[in-house]
T-cell receptor, first 107, second 116 residues
Framework: LAKTTQPISMDSYEGQEVNITCSHNNIATNDYITWYQQFPSQGPRFIIQ?????VTNEVASLFIPADRKSSTLSLPRVSLSDTAVYYCLVGNRKLIWGLGTSLAVNP | DGGITQSPKYLFRKEGQNVTLSCEQN?????MYWYRQDPGQGLRLIYY???????QKGDIAEGYSVSREKKESFPLTVTSAQKNPTAFYLC???????????????FGPGTRLTVL
C-alpha cells in the first residue's frame, strides 16, 4: 500500500489559491489518487480523484505529474468555509487514512 | 435527497453493554463500510461489505459485529468485548469496489459513542 506524506498544517487567507501537495513515492501502477475534506465532527467528503495528468471539477483541481510520485490539490479562491482537514489517499482497494493537512483560512 | 444516515448522533453506554449503531443509504450503492476515528488518528476500517449477505473484517474488527441483510442497511454492533469503544464512528458507501470506485466513498454524519 502506498504511503502518503502531506503537510500537517497550512494557513491561507480568503480569496487566495491554496495548493496542498501530497508525496506518494511508492505508488503502484493501478493506484488511484483521491482527496477528501473533513470538517470537525462530520464525515469526510469526497473532493476529487485522478489517475494521471490533471482533473478538474467544480470544487478543485488535481495535478498529477507524469511519474505520479506526488499530486497537488488546488483550491481556487478559498473562503473561511474551506477551513478543514484535507486527506490524500492512494491505492486501488483499501483506503489508508493518515492525519491529513489541517487548512486554516483567515479573513 | 440521496445520502447516508446514521443514528443516533450521540450515544452513551455503560461498560459491559452491547450497542448497535444504525447506517442506512439510499444511493443504491453496493459497498458499505464502517470506520472509527479517534483524536489524533486517521480513520480505521472496522468492517466492509461488497454485497448483501457478505462482509469482511477490516483492520480493527475485534469486538465489533455487522450484518448486511438489505442493500440499504449495514448496522454495526459494538460488543462488550471491544476494550476501548469510545470513538467517533463513521459509515460510508461506494458504488462498488473495483478500480477507483472503492475510493469514491460517501460518508454519513457519524455517531459519537461514549462509554461511561
Amino acid at each position: 500500500l502506498a504511503k502518503t506524506t502531506q503537510p500537517i498544517s497550512m494557513d491561507s487567507y480568503e480569496g487566495q489559491e491554496v495548493n496542498i501537495t501530497c508525496s506518494h513515492n511508492n505508488i503502484a501502477t493501478n493506484d488511484y489518487i483521491t482527496w477528501y475534506q473533513q470538517f470537525p465532527s462530520q464525515g469526510p467528503r469526497f473532493i476529487i480523484q485522478g489517475y494521471k495528468t490533471k482533473v478538474t471539477n467544480e470544487v478543485a483541481s488535481l495535478f498529477i505529474p507524469a511519474d505520479r510520485k506526488s499530486s497537488t490539490l488546488s483550491l481556487p479562491r478559498v473562503s473561511l468555509s474551506d477551513t478543514a482537514v484535507y486527506y490524500c489517499l492512494v491505492g486501488n482497494r483499501k483506503l489508508i487514512w493518515g492525519l491529513g493537512t489541517s487548512l486554516a483560512v483567515n479573513p | 435527497d440521496g445520502g447516508i444516515t446514521q443514528s443516533p448522533k450521540y450515544l452513551f453506554r455503560k461498560e459491559g453493554q452491547n450497542v448497535t449503531l444504525s447506517c442506512e443509504q439510499n444511493l443504491n450503492h453496493d459497498a458499505m463500510y464502517w470506520y472509527r476515528q479517534d483524536p489524533g488518528q486517521g480513520l480505521r476500517l472496522i468492517y466492509y461489505s461488497q454485497i448483501v449477505n457478505d462482509f469482511q473484517k477490516g483492520d480493527i474488527a475485534e469486538g465489533y459485529s455487522v450484518s448486511r441483510e438489505k442493500k440499504e442497511s449495514f448496522p454495526l454492533t459494538v460488543t462488550s468485548a471491544q476494550k476501548n469503544p469510545t470513538a467517533f464512528y463513521l459509515c460510508a458507501s461506494s458504488p462498488g469496489t473495483s478500480g477507483g470506485a472503492w475510493h469514491t466513498q460517501y460518508f454519513g454524519p457519524g455517531t459519537r459513542l461514549t462509554v461511561l
